[in-house]
């Protein structure tokens, strides 16, 4: 009886302990809890913050990508010339009032393009510094010439169509509202009327005025057309004096040349090449402004304008008509040098192709690519561009520079 009686005395208070040991326990869980609940909500807001800073990098990028023109010539248009070095701030000032947003934009020129960096920073709800840094490229190329430069050419040369006609067409070309168009090389005296559907040559039209433009033609000037059938070989001719060159910035005053397209088939006729260096220029106009390729030599009163501004492209343009036959056309083109030498010995040229693998197949094997030769051609090929550097160096083959591949010699 005293042995239960003390064991009992010994044990009491030990059912108080262990239920402040489950308190303790349970206020540890309930702190824990409180702090985990208190980083998810920081997290989330970080998260929420960082997708915010993407956005607004994102969209100061876009913004600087979206210019209309390379300098500014009317007002209230976006230009490349724009595409500067800026801070900003978005947002409230305080954490306390909502998160404000710290934009540092860095653009840093490098002649063919600018390089874009933009830093959006601020701090999170206990303080600490977080930022967000996005990078990009733009490419100071006019906007009205970036389409048609970098447009991929269809598989079979036919079917797409750019203003209720085949892309086959030059763009310069005049509509003539009876499904054709009629298209005159700048500075010579030959026109060619087009199918609006197929984008072939079906008509040839001599003796115009040389300063005579497409869009000028009339119907009275095509009475002395004469029906001859054929596709158009097209593109330009492009120089680049730099060491190493720079196939995307090639716009040295052009040399001397003319272009030559040589048949496999010598029974056939043979093609009619016409090349002009010419200059683009930009001009304002009561419908906004305009972007023009004319005569390298050419001033603003020849073409009845007061003033305009020259954008720094100057290149040769060329077009070779080559008559129509069952089978297509097979041949090589080629520049013909007027007064300059092509080699490999400084004092020379080098011609290079400007190509591109654009059906994937890892090799320059179509006719739309601009192959060494040419085979079976059926429809017209447009941008056939070369690019001319000087003989002791090699022309551009990466990617970023442009990618050519020596032609010549």
């Not at 909502?98 to 600018?114: K, L």
């Not at 297509?328 to 007027?338: A, C, I, L």
Request: net charge neutral; aromatic share 4%; proline share 5%.
């Amino acid at each position: 009886m005293r042995k239960d009686l003390h064991k009992a005395q010994s044990q009491r208070g030990v059912g108080l302990i262990e239920a402040l040991v489950a308190f303790m326990v349970l206020s540890v869980g309930l702190v824990g809890l409180a702090k985990l609940q208190s980083q998810l909500r920081l997290h989330a807001d970080i998260a929420r913050q960082h997708s915010e800073a993407v956005r607004l990098a994102q969209d100061d990028i876009e913004t600087l990508r979206s210019f209309s023109v390379m300098s500014n010539v009317s007002t209230g248009s976006r230009s490349f010339d724009d595409l500067v070095s800026a801070s900003s701030t978005r947002g409230a000032a305080t954490p306390s009032s909502g998160t404000g947003f710290d934009i540092q934009r860095r653009v840093d020129d490098a002649g063919a393009f600018r390089t874009l960096a933009v830093t959006v920073a601020w701090h999170d709800r206990t303080g600490q510094a977080q930022q967000v840094s996005l990078q990009s490229v733009v490419a100071a190329v006019p906007p009205a010439l970036s389409g048609a430069l970098a447009a991929r050419a269809a598989v079979d040369g036919k079917g797409h169509r750019v203003e209720n006609r085949s892309f086959l067409i030059p763009l310069d070309a005049k509509d003539l509202g009876d499904g054709r168009s009629v298209f005159k090389p700048s500075g010579n005296t030959v026109a060619w009327v087009f199918d609006n559907t197929s984008g072939d040559v079906v008509d040839r039209c001599d003796d115009l005025p040389s300063d005579l433009s497409s869009a000028q033609i009339k119907a009275s000037d095509l009475a002395r057309c004469t029906a001859s059938t054929g596709q158009l070989l097209s593109g330009i001719v492009r120089l680049s004096l730099a060491s190493p060159p720079v196939a995307l910035d090639a716009n040295d005053t052009p040399l001397p040349l003319r272009v030559n397209l040589e048949l496999s088939d010598r029974n056939r006729n043979p093609p009619l090449c016409l090349s002009q260096a010419q200059k683009m220029v930009a001009f304002t106009t009561e419908a906004g402004t305009r972007r023009e390729a004319v005569p390298l030599d050419s001033l603003p009163a020849s073409v009845g304008l007061s003033a305009w501004r020259e954008l720094g492209e100057r290149f040769v343009a060329y077009h070779c008509l080559v008559s129509s036959l069952p089978g297509g056309w097979s041949g090589r083109s080629s520049v013909v040098p007027q007064g300059w030498a092509i080699g490999a010995l400084p004092g020379q040229y080098k011609v290079c192709r400007y190509s591109a693998d654009l059906h994937g197949s890892r090799a320059v094997d179509r006719n739309e690519e601009h192959p060494a030769d040419y085979s079976h051609v059926d429809h017209a090929l447009m941008q056939q561009n070369f690019l001319i550097v000087k003989g002791d160096q090699a022309g551009p083959s990466s990617a970023a520079g442009g990618s050519t591949a020596q032609h010549q010699p």
